[in-house]
């Protein structure tokens, strides 16, 4: 009966696990639950333990310290499932007064309940209502449990060498990562340090340092691996240096400014500072202007001509700093003549002249913005010359620049006005009716580009104006004085025309026969039929001059006819 007594005698608390509370003087059964076999007992102050077969623990009785380790502190009297940690094996158990000591399959250690003398392992001294893994180093053998502590047998820890990583700089503001490496210890390992790191930078578990520093010095670190055992390893000091970083300052150079003229404001801006910066500006600056250190502006009206060298400061929070050396010009007012430009003529000759002052000379003349007419050049004399080929109107600005290098500038427009432009042939040859005309083609001068060729005005019927090859031609069939226009566009749209009048003439008419065969008196006259050849269209006949009485000219058809009564000659015209 002894070796079945797994709990003192007092079942106030339940310590029999047989779901009462009532004290026993002979051995009952625990409620175990059905199934696995009972491998392991143990016994604490008023609780006690089962190891079964499929490597868990049942626990019960007193529970003021969470020594039944389910997560709670209610005592029970019948048998609760410790809650192991997941894919955990139990291979032996122990139990101290308040507390209980599991071995594992994997060679840790796991305990639980009372904590107050660090009976647990776990680094604390708070009590735990759950498993926790005990910090032994070492591949635990068996373990144990007395009043208020606890014992492991284990194997001697191997000799663990932490390798600090072969860079040892970084820079302040830029990303930075190494990893600290180690051989003897068992997987899985971590890596920890109490070293301070610089700001911004972080050691994970895995032995990388990383971040991206945002503080400067020599740092000295000290890494420390523990493996699966709990068994550690130290590795030598790791000097990290965190340089200043390559601070610039912006902008490059500084735009001149204009005596009794506004100047900016500037505001000067920086890359590559860490955190707050400041700023500072050192050489004498212009009377009139000012450098706001708190905004980093450069701003004022100066009152001063010249050249002024300057420096820029910015200074981040780690005290690095990067600086700008400037020259500030302040060149006098410079005016360029005239104050304005005459129109000219497109294929005419143009020539002006500029001229400035208010500057030191001699000046120097470009073009700084626009378009310069077609075909005209500016000269670092002030000389605008050249024969424009492009009728058009030109706006562009001339810069003058003295001899210190101050500008002055002035806008102009000039207006580039046509050519004339002539028509041949100035007039035209006269046509007939029914006979082919021409072709006549027409050219000029004066135009640019492409040319395009209009007609306008009523053309004889039969022609036709040819605007892609500026031909003129057809069989006219009208007759008369046609007036007509030709006109010409160029690419500028510049415009010429030419007055015509196309005179068409009537064409030659021949009347057969060409003579009359004579008749006899009181016999009929055989009928002669007129005919014509070159008349145009319905034709009309006449005849004039006095015929023998008896004979008829018919107007409609042309027909001579009758019975003379009357001898002699008579002249008549068809």
Known sequence: ??????????????????????????????????????????????????????????????????????????????????????????????????????????????????????????????DSHLPVQVHNPGQVLAVGAGNIHSLAI?????????????????????????????????????????????????LASNGTLSGTPTQTGTFPITVTTTDKYWCTGTGPVYNLVISCPAITVSPSSL???????????????????????????????????????????????PTQTGNFPITVTVTDSNGCQGSQSYTLQICPVITVYPTSLPGGTRGSYYYQTFSASGGAGPYTFTRSSGTLPTGLTLASDGTLSGTPTAANTFTFTVRATDANGCRGTRSYTVTIACSAIAISPPSLPAGTANAAYGPVTFS????????????????????????????????????????????????????????????INCQ???????????????????????????????????????????????AMSGYLYGLPTQVGNFPIKV
């Open 1 to 126: 009966p002894g070796a079945h007594r797994i709990a003192l005698s007092k079942q106030g608390q339940g310590a029999l696990g047989n779901g009462t509370n009532t004290d026993s003087n002979v051995p009952v059964a625990a409620l175990l639950p059905a199934g696995p076999t009972v491998t392991a007992i143990g016994a604490g102050a008023h609780f006690s333990l089962a190891m079964t077969s499929l490597g868990g623990i049942q626990a019960w009785g007193d529970n003021g310290y969470g020594q039944l380790g389910n997560g709670g502190t209610g005592d029970s009297n019948v048998p609760v499932t410790v809650s192991l940690p997941a894919g955990t094996t139990i291979t032996g158990v122990a139990a101290g007064a308040y507390h209980t000591v599991a071995l594992t399959s994997t060679g840790s250690a796991l305990a639980w309940g009372y904590n107050q003398y660090g009976t647990l392992g776990d680094g604390t001294n708070a």
């Open 154 to 202: 284990h194997t001697p820890c191997p000799a663990i060498t932490v390798t600090n990583p072969s860079t040892t700089t970084g820079t302040a503001g830029t990303a930075f990562s190494q990893t600290f490496t180690q051989s003897g210890g068992t997987a899985p390992v971590t890596f920890s340090t109490g070293s301070a790191l610089p700001a911004g930078l972080t």
């Open 255 to 301: 735009a001149g400014g204009t005596l009794g003229v506004a100047y900016g404001p500037v505001t000067f801006t920086q890359t590559g500072g860490v955190g707050t910066v400041t700023w500072g500006e050192s050489g004498a600056l212009p009377t009139g202007m000012t450098f706001n250190a708190p905004t980093a502006t450069l701003s004022g009206t």
């Open 444 to 503: 000029q001068t004066g135009g640019s580009g492409t040319i395009t060729w209009s007609q306008s005005g009523a053309l004889p019927a039969g022609m036709t104006f040819n605007t892609t090859t500026a031909t003129l031609s057809g069989t006219p069939t009208q007759t008369g004085n046609f007036p007509i226009t030709v006109g010409v566009t160029d690419s500028d749209y510049c415009t010429g025309s030419q007055g015509l009048t196309l005179v």
């Open 508 to 554: 030659t008419i021949t009347v057969s026969p060409a003579s009359l065969p004579a008749g006899t008196a009181g016999v009929a006259y055989p009928p002669v039929t007129f005919t014509q050849a070159g008349g145009l269209g319905t034709i009309a006949w006449s005849q004039t001059g006095t015929l023998p009485t008896g004979m008829t000219f018919d």
